[in-house]
């Protein structure tokens, strides 16, 4: 509907998130060579102190997250403009710094040594005050570090007498790495410059994009919303939607954008609109999608508004889901968890509703005790010192898994026996799942993982992968001894050695029957003529000659075939599915296998394309880092399921474990960007002697992130331990017992 009004082909096609990440990247590449050969000094910097890779991924990264938290390039500019230090700031930090090294110069000092340091820095401090008065150019940058590290070793130690103004010099100048406020407000003006930069050639990104975008008559998701978002501001669209919607239900509003929040507010309160009638629904304990750029303050602001409009708030603290003493483990545990933490200083108080910050409310239970005894368990088991047991070295999540393995047993043949299918692991990160899928096979524990490695590195989809790229080349050797070592042939590594270099049958002799396997051969044509190759048994070669007819026919097909044909031709001609049904996990590498041929599918559908472009294209979406969900399985399979936390919102599981409780939430410190929706875009600054370094602002941001993801952490714990019904365990390793 108003497709004129808004400007699109009503026609369009919607991009997926791969071709739209893919598309993304190669206009910032464009870009980025633009500005460069344009003489954008600042991006040119940048690219030298950075790295281009580097600075491409992170202007993609960047892009993708201001579109994902609904913040314009435009407005982001303005903030960042703000939140930087100005020249201003740095002549007030020099005047401050001149008044504490006057003061500390004056000090009458009765220690020999002690006073002999003091003279030692009066004599080089008019030097260093005449090299700090300006703030340095681009090219003097290097200097001006190397002067401040310099400076610093005429720094005087903190005894008694000077404790005080030593401390002050160290908060101005002094502090290590940098950290005193005046080099501190310096970098701030540089990471300024460079940030606003970089804001204008993502505008240009924009631009460029929408062009290509047009061309193709494309859009992507975040497209849906931002157009929807201009329509909304023409009155004789609101006139129509005011018509037609005067009820609006939105549930889960936590995890909603900026956005969001402004489109649904266009649509049901705008003014001249018929009264509507807005009700949203939403726990603000349970936002947990900040990496997807969902923000919990928005919960917030929507209800200041809806209250503001004269609307009505309606607390929902009742649970039918958990039995009693789970309620009551929940409100105690969690009144001490969701407090403001002692780091965090008095005058942020009144920004934490933009860290994300919620106040805990007590929930009231309405089921039936079921139970008796403890509903709520935490199972530690502690780490050997090496001296006792050399297999102290064991990652601790083995350990974990183990007990967790024992546990699980003993409740599936205890007195009230418990499914396997009823037991639920809920994870913070995938990353180590296969550790607990390992112990669990040894244990004779069926599972389901819903999400292990990502779907393309899965062992069976990456099988098929590697025969598409050696279709796609037939030089490509390690594809074609990857599909030759995979189930499709199953041929074993002495026979693949033989193929590559060992002699022909008319070339082994009697007395060194190992000489000549120096020389090597191409692979396929090895393939085609392997019953003249010396070294294979007469099993191997009724192996190669299955793989040699099925590789050869795949060939002849690869040009005239769609790409989901000649997989299920592979498939089906090679007995695949027999074999990896065999595995433990047979049923999910079924589906997975069965989902690929339906990507293929859906791929081929967007238009013409070869064996290449698909082969691209998983490759592009491994790079950009993305996961494609995995094929869907039995749900009603007895089985303990193995999943992340995000993927169990919203649902409930009569047992819920959370494992790995030792496993510690680190906040990325290789960051060289920040993006903050309140306050803008900053980095680290390229100092001229091959090193990033941060300014006041960076630091600022860099602290307000780590508060951020530690309190998304509690919410996470809160929804991983209230998807719990009847038990609750908590399970984890520690090196020892206090």
């Known amino acids: 509907?108003?497709?004129?009004?808004?400007?699109?082909?009503?026609?369009?096609?919607?991009?997926?998130?791969?071709?739209?990440?893919?598309?993304?990247?190669?206009?910032?590449?464009?870009?980025?060579?633009?500005?460069?050969?344009?003489?954008?000094?600042?991006?040119?910097?940048?690219?030298?102190?950075?790295?281009?890779?580097?600075?491409?991924a992170a202007l993609a990264q960047l892009y993708r997250d201001a579109r994902g938290q609904g913040l314009s390039?435009?407005?982001?500019?303005?903030?960042?403009?703000?939140?930087?230090?100005?020249?201003?700031?740095?002549?007030?930090?020099?005047?401050?710094?001149?008044?504490?090294?006057?003061?500390?110069?004056?000090?009458q000092i009765r220690?020999?040594?002690?006073?002999?340091?003091?003279?030692?820095?009066?004599?080089?401090?008019?030097?260093?005050?005449?090299?700090?008065?300006?703030?340095?150019?681009?090219?003097?940058?290097?200097?001006?570090?190397?002067?401040?590290?310099?400076?610093?070793?005429?720094?005087?130690?903190?005894?008694?007498?000077?404790a005080d103004h030593v401390k002050a010099l160290d908060t101005l100048i002094w502090g290590t790495e940098l950290q005193g406020r005046v080099p501190q407000v310096c970098l701030d003006i540089f990471a300024r410059q460079y940030a606003l930069e970089m804001i204008n050639l993502l505008l240009r990104?924009?631009?460029?994009?929408?062009?290509?975008?047009?061309?193709?008559?494309?859009?992507?998701?975040?497209?849906?919303?931002?157009?929807?978002?201009?329509?909304?501001?023409?009155?004789?669209?609101?006139?129509?939607?005011?018509?037609?919607?005067?009820?609006?239900?939105?549930?889960?509003?936590?995890?909603?954008?900026?956005?969001?929040?402004?489109?649904?507010?266009?649509?049901?309160?705008?003014?001249?609109?018929?009264?509507?009638?807005?009700?949203?629904?939403?726990?603000?304990?349970?936002s947990i999608y900040g990496f997807r750029g969902a923000d919990v303050d928005v919960f917030r602001e929507m209800t200041s508004i809806l209250l503001k409009a004269g609307g009505e708030e309606k607390p929902l603290q009742l649970n039918f889901r958990s039995q009693p003493p789970l309620?009551?483990?929940?409100?105690?545990?969690?009144?001490?968890?969701?407090?403001?933490?002692?780091?965090?200083?008095?005058?942020?108080?009144?920004?934490?509703?933009?860290l994300g910050y919620v106040k805990h409310e007590k929930s009231e239970a309405k089921r039936e005790l079921r139970d008796s005894g403890p509903l709520v368990e935490m199972l530690i088991t502690t780490k050997p010192s090496w001296e006792e047991d050399p297999r102290a070295e064991q990652d601790s999540r083995v350990l974990d898994a183990q007990q967790l393995a024992r546990r699980i047993l003993a409740l599936t043949k205890g007195e009230k026996v418990v499914k396997y299918g009823d037991i639920a692991l809920l994870f913070r990160a995938m990353t180590q799942v296969s550790i607990y899928e390992s112990v669990f096979r040894r244990a004779n524990i069926p599972y389901q993982t819903v999400l292990g490695r990502g779907f393309y590195e899965r062992e069976e989809i990456t099988d098929l992968i590697q025969l598409l790229r050696f279709l796609d080349n037939k030089t490509d050797e390690l594809a074609l001894s990857a599909v030759l070592r995979s189930p499709l042939c199953g041929i074993s590594d002495n026979a693949l050695l033989a193929l590559r270099c060992a002699p022909l049958l008319s070339e082994v002799e009697a007395a060194d029957p190992?000489?000549?396997?120096?020389?090597?051969?191409?692979?396929?044509?090895?393939?085609?003529?392997?019953?003249?190759?010396?070294?294979?048994?007469?099993e191997e070669h009724e192996?190669?000659?299955?793989?040699?007819?099925?590789?050869?026919?795949?060939?002849?097909?690869?040009?005239?075939?769609?790409?989901?044909?000649?997989?299920?031709?592979?498939?089906?001609?090679?007995?695949?599915?027999?074999?990896?049904?065999?595995?433990?996990?047979?049923?999910?590498?079924?589906?997975?296998?069965?989902?690929?041929?339906?990507?293929?599918?859906?791929?081929?559908?967007?238009?013409?394309?070869?064996?290449?472009?698909?082969?691209?294209?998983?490759?592009?979406?491994?790079?950009?880092?993305?996961?494609?969900?995995?094929?869907?399985?039995?749900?009603?399979?007895?089985?303990?399921?193995?999943?992340?936390?995000?993927?169990?919102?919203?649902?409930?599981?009569?047992?819920?474990?959370?494992?790995?409780?030792?496993?510690?939430?680190?906040?990325?410190?290789d960051n060289w960007v920040l993006l903050d929706r309140h306050q803008g875009l900053t980095l680290k600054v390229p100092d001229g002697r091959g090193n990033l370094v941060c300014g006041?602002?960076?630091?600022?941001?860099?602290?307000?992130?780590?508060?951020?993801?530690?309190?998304?952490?509690?919410?996470?714990?809160?929804?991983?331990?209230s998807r719990a019904e009847d038990r609750l365990i908590l399970s984890g390793v520690t090196e020892d017992i206090a």
């Open 111 to 162: 220690t020999p040594g002690t006073r002999k340091k003091l003279w030692d820095l009066a004599a080089r401090w008019p030097e260093v005050r005449e090299f700090l008065k300006g703030i340095p150019a681009h090219e003097t940058l290097g200097e001006y570090c190397r002067g401040i590290e310099a400076f610093r070793r005429f720094r005087l130690s903190a005894t008694s007498t000077v």
């Open 1 to 56: 509907e108003f497709p004129i009004e808004a400007r699109v082909d009503p026609q369009f096609l919607l991009l997926d998130e791969h071709r739209a990440a893919m598309m993304l990247e190669a206009i910032v590449e464009e870009v980025l060579s633009e500005f460069i050969s344009n003489g954008h000094i600042e991006i040119s910097r940048l690219t030298l102190g950075v790295g281009r890779s580097r600075l491409a």
């Open 543 to 669: 192996l190669l000659d299955r793989a040699a007819k099925l590789i050869g026919e795949l060939v002849a097909r690869r040009h005239h075939y769609p790409i989901q044909d000649l997989l299920r031709f592979a498939v089906h001609e090679s007995e695949y599915l027999t074999v990896v049904a065999a595995n433990y996990d047979g049923a999910q590498r079924l589906a997975n296998v069965e989902r690929l041929f339906t990507l293929a599918a859906r791929f081929e559908s967007s238009g013409t394309h070869l064996i290449r472009d698909f082969v691209r294209y998983v490759q592009e979406f491994e790079a950009i880092g993305s996961r494609e969900s995995e094929g869907q399985i039995d749900q009603a399979a007895d089985a303990v399921r193995l999943m992340t936390i995000h993927q169990a919102k919203g649902l409930e599981f009569p047992v819920v474990i959370i494992p790995d409780l030792q496993r510690l939430s680190r906040v990325a410190t």
């Open 205 to 286: 990104v924009d631009q460029r994009l929408n062009e290509e975008k047009q061309k193709l008559s494309a859009l992507d998701f975040d497209d849906l919303e931002l157009r929807t978002l201009d329509l909304l501001e023409r009155p004789e669209v609101i006139a129509r939607t005011s018509e037609r919607y005067r009820f609006f239900l939105v549930d889960e509003f936590q995890d909603t954008n900026a956005v969001q929040r402004v489109l649904l507010e266009r649509l049901a309160l705008a003014k001249g609109r018929r009264p509507a009638n807005l009700f949203i629904v939403g726990d603000r304990k349970q």
């Open 514 to 538: 190992v000489r000549g396997f120096s020389a090597t051969r191409r692979l396929h044509t090895a393939l085609q003529h392997h019953e003249e190759i010396a070294f294979i048994s007469a």
């Open 696 to 721: 006041c602002t960076f630091a600022n941001f860099e602290q307000r992130h780590a508060w951020r993801e530690q309190f998304e952490s509690m919410r996470l714990l809160y929804v991983a331990a």
């Open 327 to 354: 309620i009551a483990f929940f409100n105690y545990l969690f009144a001490r968890l969701f407090q403001v933490p002692v780091d965090v200083p008095a005058s942020e108080y009144k920004n934490l509703d933009q």
């Open 73 to 107: 390039l435009e407005d982001l500019a303005l903030a960042t403009a703000r939140v930087h230090a100005t020249e201003e700031d740095h002549a007030s930090a020099l005047d401050e710094l001149d008044q504490t090294m006057e003061q500390f110069l004056g000090l």
